[in-house]
């Protein structure tokens, strides 16, 4: 099988060398895209739940410029280095803690090394955008407030762009424009999602045109969960994803002219809580269905079925000591594509006349600093401890120093990643460090550094990758 699929690897390229070319690129920007977004997650600004609602109006604004550095080496051991400023100006309302407004607005500017762009577009400056503007009106709580009385009933909806993450975020984390329904009552509630993804977004087919800066795909959902006692919640959700991208189709492809479409719906169950007064634990397993277009090569694209699975399990033990130290460990599992040469794009996809078992979503779990793998025929195992280490020292108390060990295999043997790759299974192995240290009140730093060690897996040379991260946050 392996002999097979590497003959039409070769075939393909020597056909036309310029796709594949194309077509890394496109995949470098998607990893370099991924790991900042999650770094960038860890530090974005969001609305601060904790602020009580005193007064009839409360207004809360602000605003923060971030400078950050980071040296990033990719799959071919080119080093990439960007300087990166981001400015950030956030506005909060919230009246009789019934209606909420929240907005985000930023921009940044990227200043790349001579040649180390990920894209054409090389030293950019992105225009003030939206990152976030959503008004939430808590139902429940203002028909409690006229009829002055408690209620269990919980009735809200929230629209406008926001951070959608379903379940643990396996399926979907994603910036979206549309609104959340939420109906509930004593211990169970029920969640509905009607919404877009953001138009910027980039997509998970890195093969697709305009795949990083034109995505249109609707979701439709619902999340049913139930606080079964004090120490468990358990859901189980729906949703489908429906494809609306309507790039023209690519003709630089070895079957001469391929189209894309992908429409997928996802079953997933799962349970969150505590084993004891230490242990915290989350579970979600997910189906994924639906139908998608085939490769264009060797022969005509076909609609086939997608029959894939994935599944997630945390486990955090915490100690509880005046430096807050706890060890974590999570296991990752993704199905994947025996046939496949890539487990996400269309272009070198599943091939025709057969049934798509890679596993393709749209969340954004941490799988490491320096190899950030998609969850896609993916055995991923971390384990990791954090602690501030310095409370007793006041200008340290608020340094987080974590590390984790990260270990990489394929599901499926002679399947595919999200980079070229052969038929063993071990991937490799990485090393993260990172601190969080919130300085003084209005001034922060984050550092991430990770080094991942290639494995037989991998069709890339066995030298080591790097990823270094420094940025520093003024918020006033």
Known sequence: MFIRLLGLALLWTLMIPGVAMGQADAARLHKFERQLEQIRRETRITPNSDIPAGQRLLVDYGAAATFLFAAIDDRDQNTH????????????????NVHQFFLLVQSFYRDFNRGDSFDRHGDDWIEPQIERLHYR????????????????????????????????????????DGGIFTLGYDQTTVKILIARMR???????????????????????????????????????GLSQQDHNDDPPRIDTPGGL????????????????TLSDRWRYGFELVYEGGDGLSADFPTVQTREDIDAWAMDLTLDYIFFDPKSTRIFFDLLLASGD??????????????????????????????????????SNLVMVKMGASSYPLRNVKMFRNMLVGGMVLIFNKLNRVGAIDEPSTSRRYLGSELDFYVNWQMTSDLSLAVRYGVFFPGQGLASDNDERHFVYVGTTLAF
């Open 137 to 176: 009106l808590d139902i429940g709580r203002l028909l409690a407030m006229r009829s002055e009385t408690v209620t269990k009933l919980d009735l809200a909806v929230q629209v406008g762009r926001q951070l959608v993450q379903w379940g643990n975020g396996l399926v979907l984390s994603e910036d979206m």
């Open 258 to 273: 391929t189209a894309f479409d992908y429409n997928s719906w996802y079953i997933g169950v799962g349970s969150k809580g």
């Open 338 to 375: 025996s046939d496949r040469i890539n487990s996400s794009d269309t272009v070198g996809g599943n091939r025709p006349g057969t049934d798509d078992n890679a596993f393709n979503a749209f969340g954004l779990l941490n799988t490491g600093f320096a190899f950030t793998p998609d969850a």
């Open 81 to 96: 280095i960007l300087r990166q400023t981001e400015i950030a100006a956030v506005l909060r309302m919230e009246l009789d």
């Open 199 to 237: 138009n910027s977004a980039t997509d998970f087919d890195s093969s697709r045109p305009n795949f990083d800066n034109d995505t249109d795909r609707d979701f439709y959902g619902a999340i049913l969960t139930h606080q079964i006692n004090a120490y468990h919640a358990a859901y189980i959700y």
